[in-house]
């Protein structure tokens, strides 16, 4: 039978590592699920400090995400009010991510649309990502805040929120998988390999994206299951713990 408390007991331990990262570096982690919170938050944030604008993705008043099915997280310097980064996730109960991506149901508008907008997929043999699908974007690093540190050690708060929402999401959303949708460039697939964490990564689709207003880009999916994150968590976890007996 599996031990689903060890599980929890487990991500519970690397959390506390995670954020402890973070509280070394002078940061407070902050979570609250009012998505119109954040949207209004990074709304009136300067340009230099935004990275193209609101994704339909994760628009709020696009789509009817309602409490308990999505949340964001921000990065504050202690005892400042400014918003230094932030990343969201939102479930999805689906039967397929990729058909419903194609049919543009998910990230077009909450409105019904009688014309469908064609996507053409790249994919010949596509993942299957069903059941409880956490997905996550909106994610933005304040530009004094990339980077290196003032002691030359790499910050990597892109990475390091996209993991922490990303392991969070099995208890919150008990989620089967977790995916994201970034541009297809190789500075993007670099991104995604060396600083998320992220063990699948593929193109998916070229053309029109409801995601920027039906900009025509090329996209690819990132995705990772849920036995995958656990096998990460421990692994860090194995490696916090020699790292911590060779300090000692």
């Not at 409490?67 to 109960?93: D, K, N, Q």
């Not at 998320?196 to 029109?208: K, N």
């Not at 036995?227 to 421990?234: G, I, L």
């Amino acid at each position: 039978m599996k031990n689903f408390q060890a599980d929890y007991e487990d991500l519970q331990l690397w959390l506390d590592v995670a954020t402890g990262e973070l509280d070394a570096m002078g940061l407070d982690l902050v979570m609250n699920g009012d998505m119109r919170e954040w949207y209004d938050i990074y709304d009136t944030l300067p340009p230099e400090a935004q990275t193209g604008g609101v994704s339909n993705t994760l628009h709020p008043e696009k789509h009817n995400m309602g409490l308990g099915e999505a949340f964001w997280t921000g990065l504050y310097i202690r005892g400042e009010s400014e918003l230094m980064a932030c990343h969201c996730v939102r479930l999805l109960r689906i039967r397929d991510f990729v058909d419903e991506f194609v049919s543009g149901r998910l990230f077009s508008s909450a409105i019904p649309e009688v014309d469908w907008k064609r996507t053409d997929l790249l994919l010949e043999d596509a993942p299957r990502l069903s059941g409880n699908v956490a997905f996550g974007g909106g994610l933005w690093v304040h530009p004094k805040m990339r980077g290196m540190d003032e002691r030359g050690n790499r910050r990597n708060l892109s990475g390091k929120l996209n993991a922490i929402n990303r392991n969070f999401t099995t208890r919150h959303f008990n989620a089967d998988w977790y995916c994201s949708l970034t541009h297809n460039t190789p500075s993007r697939q670099a991104w995604v390999k060396f600083s998320t964490g992220i063990l699948h990564s593929v193109a998916i689709s070229r053309g029109y994206y409801a995601g920027r207003d039906g900009k025509e880009l090329e996209v690819r999916l990132n995705y990772v299951s849920r036995d995958e994150m656990f096998v990460q968590m421990r692994a860090a976890l194995a490696g916090q713990e020699i790292r911590t007996a060779i300090a000692s």
